[in-house]
């Protein structure tokens, strides 16, 4: 079986020589309507393509990343394997296995190698539990696209409070939690809560990233504070969940595990799932209420 060192096509490392083996690999599949690469060892736009191409059509993944890792699903697929854990399994095993992993993993969960062998091993110890996996790798852009998404969300949740009956020093505070907000605007400024993962992009400057960064954390402690003090979750018709997203942390780009592939964000049963995640080897469950955020630095035990 070919074996490749490091990861190929879209942010990746691509090696002259894996470059090579990925694009004869891919050149031996009907990619139709993708002409046929150049094997040339340069990881180009084309690669990238019929990277996800290939991801979408051969290993059904809903959300390609155009990214082959050494030990990846891609790889395993495209180098002749079936892409599947388990050889000794039956086909109504694997079947069983992948409709357990559609159930439990939402479409919009981007994966790199190493989140998929994560995920693979984790969701049949998920079973009877109530949990969704909602994130996993996030590539740096997508990590500069989530400060947007948690700075506009939370816009809109102190906006929805000030429709709420609150005393007079909370709808000031709030009021200051917002006008805070707007001064330090992404570009655009909206459109990144109802749009896919990483739309739209945004155009800020990194000191304008870092100030928004400062001004998310701070508003989210603020605005958790104004919950409880206001009493905001009993006077909304809105899931106490809702509020309780407003106030998960946002890590500073570049700084998030996610980055790494081996983080992963659980929504359900949050005690039930930190169970399970301890009891399987992550190195850190941390509940930040609205989802569990969990990391299997050395895979899953
Ligand atoms: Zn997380």
New binding site residues.
């Given amino acids: 079986m070919p074996r490749i060192e490091a990861s190929v096509g879209n942010e990746a490392t691509n090696r002259d020589d894996d470059v090579r083996i990925v694009q004869q690999l891919l050149n031996r599949q009907d990619l139709a309507p993708l002409a046929k690469l150049k094997e040339d060892g340069r990881s180009g736009p084309a690669t990238v393509e019929a990277i996800r191409h290939f991801q979408s059509r051969c290993v059904g993944m809903s959300s390609p990343d155009g990214r082959v890792d050494p030990d990846g699903r891609t790889f395993r697929r495209l180098a002749g394997g079936s892409g599947e854990r388990g050889t000794g399994q039956s086909p109504e095993t694997r079947r069983a296995d992948r409709i357990a992993r559609a159930e439990r993993v939402d479409p919009r969960v981007k994966e790199n190698g190493l989140t998929t062998a994560i995920i693979d091993r984790l969701v049949p110890h998920l079973a009877g539990c109530r949990a969704r996996i909602i ?1 996993g790798y996030l590539s740096d852009t997508d990590l500069f696209w989530k400060l947007n998404y948690h700075w506009e969300y939370l816009l809109q949740m102190v906006d929805h409070s000030l429709n709420l009956p609150v005393d007079d020093r909370f709808a000031k505070e709030l009021q200051t939690l917002a006008s805070g907000l707007r001064a330090c605007a992404p570009t655009p400024a909206s459109g990144y809560t109802s749009g896919a993962l990483g739309k739209p992009e945004d155009r800020s400057t990194l000191d304008e990233v870092k100030q928004r960064h400062r001004s998310v954390s701070s508003a989210k402690a603020s605005f958790k504070r104004v919950i409880v003090a206001g009493d905001l979750k009993a006077k909304s018709r809105k899931a106490a969940h809702a509020f309780d997203l407003a106030c998960a942390p946002v890590a500073f780009p570049g700084t ?3 980055g790494s592939g081996y ?3 659980i929504e359900g049963d949050n005690s039930s799932i930190k169970s399970i995640c301890n009891s399987h080897g992550a190195t850190l469950v941390f509940d ?1 209420q609205s ?1 569990v ?1 969990v990391e299997f630095r050395n895979g899953v035990a």
């Fill in positions: 994130s998030s595990k996610h983080a992963l964000d930040e989802h955020h």
